[in-house]
T-cell receptor
Framework: EDQVTQSPEALRLQEGESSSLNCSYT??????LFWYRQDPGKGPEFLFT???AGEEKEKERLKATLTKKESFLHITAPKPEDSATYLC?????????????FGDGTTLTVKP | NAGVTQTPKFRILKIGQSMTLQCTQD?????MYWYRQDPGMGLKLIYY???????DKGEVPNGYNVSRSTTEDFPLRLELAAPSQTSVYFC????????????FGSGTQLSVL
């Protein structure tokens, strides 16, 4: 059974204070690891897909990295508008496309 | 494009009532999904469909039913609502390619009292 564990559950940062969110996973044949951002009262929005260990992707202040057991979402010099819940999900090779297994998320609060 | 549209946004049901959550997408995606999200938790897959006329159970299907008569629409039916079905429901879709991202609707917040 595929499993995704995210830590910490909640993270409070001061504006400009860099940090990282962790996503540990177990899956039989990784097809893709996804990061989504979810704002209160809204559906998740796609951020990144990572396919193989060693891969990295960046978007503005966010950088996602992948190893064989975990992924990190690095946030550099965060701003209050980065406050949201960040969800990690995996898809296995054996599943139909889109049958993603999600973690419980990390709720990030950035104070000005 | 509107993307994935869900209605209603909010609903309160009494125990034992039934209702249908509507989901439609205008991206001509083949694959559609229903997830539920409980407070502070991740998303759990209820049902999914890989095309019109084809549906299958996900991780938590009990108490729900779906149908897929067209590519665009994927309604979720709750029969005999129970308090355990209080949750936020998200519909999502993809075209079905390798490692594709999910497109989500804005959700339906359902309370069963």
């Amino acid at each position: 059974e595929d499993q995704v564990t995210q830590s910490p559950e909640a993270l409070r940062l001061q504006e400009g204070e860099s940090s990282s969110l962790n996503c540990s996973y177990t899956v039989s044949g990784l097809r893709g690891l996804f990061w989504y951002r979810q704002d209160p009262g809204k559906g998740p929005e796609f951020l990144f897909t990572l396919y193989s260990a060693g891969e990295e992707k960046e978007k503005e202040r966010l950088k996602a990295t992948l190893t064989k057991k975990e992924s990190f979402l690095h946030i550099t010099a965060p701003k209050p508008e980065d406050s949201a819940t960040y969800l990690c999900a995996v898809q296995a090779h054996r599943t139909n496309a889109g049958k993603s297994t999600f973690g419980d998320g990390t709720t990030l609060t950035v104070k000005p | 494009n509107a993307g994935v549209t869900q209605t209603p946004k909010f609903r309160i049901l009494k125990i034992g009532q039934s209702m249908t959550l509507q989901c439609t997408q205008d991206m001509n995606h083949n694959y559609m999904y229903w997830y539920r999200q409980d407070p502070g938790m991740g998303l759990k897959l209820i049902y999914y469909s890989v095309g019109a006329g084809i549906t299958d159970k996900g991780e938590v299907p009990n108490g729900y039913n779906v149908s897929r008569s067209t590519t665009e629409d994927f309604p979720l039916r709750l029969e005999l609502a129970a308090p355990s079905q209080t949750s936020v429901y998200f519909c999502a879709s993809i075209n079905g390619g390798v490692g594709e991202k999910l497109f989500f609707g804005s959700g339906t917040q359902l309370s069963v009292l």
